[in-house]
């Protein structure tokens, strides 16, 4: 797949999470999936997969990481972004060192958290990127970060951090 291919997917999304955001004052999370046309012609379509409905609670969300990751390894799509609202914690790595990561309390009980969306980019060829905008309490509304920003990552951890890899 053509890279300018690949910064449309990554654009459309982003602009569809900021839309989405401003219009109803938050997300709701979904899988894009960018997949090869089954004609001649040398398009693209993008697959969106709604999970809302199966982000409850932690045994629906690991249901759900292990389907998604069965349906990349059937679809083989190019690339997939994962869009949702997360709190991130604040702990720095000196207090993770000691005290143990999973001792941690979660980023929803850390009184110092933040709220973003986060787009997580993963392709085929395993490349992953990941783009935070960050949300911000002002005049009493939720206001998102703007700028678009892509930064390439590590493949992660946690249940959604690399689709293609759960297939390995």
């Known amino acids: 797949m053509r890279p300018s291919v690949i910064k449309r997917f990554k654009k459309d999304v982003a602009d569809g999470a900021l839309s989405n955001f401003k ?8 899988v894009f999936m960018l997949m090869d046309k089954k004609k001649e012609d040398d398009g693209y379509k993008i697959v969106t997969v709604p ?6 609670n932690d045994n629906s969300k690991e249901q759900l990481s292990r389907a998604l990751a069965a349906l990349v390894k059937s679809e083989n799509p190019h690339g997939v972004i994962f869009v949702s609202e997360v709190d991130i914690g604040s702990w720095d790595k000196s207090v993770i060192d000691a005290i143990g990561e999973k001792n941690i309390p979660r980023p929803s009980e850390d009184p110092n958290s933040k709220e973003a969306v986060i787009l997580r980019y993963m392709s085929r060829e395993g490349h992953t ?27 992660g951890t946690g249940r959604f951090a690399n689709l293609y890899g759960k297939n390995k």
Do not use: A, N
């Not at 999970?51 to 409850?56: A, S, T, V, Y």
């Not at 990127?129 to 493949?155: A, P």
């Open 23 to 30: 219009e109803h004052g938050g997300v709701v999370p979904f």
């Open 51 to 56: 999970i809302q409905e199966m982000m409850e």
């Open 129 to 155: 990127e990941m783009c935070t905008l960050y949300i911000e309490e002002k005049d009493s509304k939720r206001q998102i970060q703007e700028e678009v920003s892509w930064i390439k990552t590590e493949e």
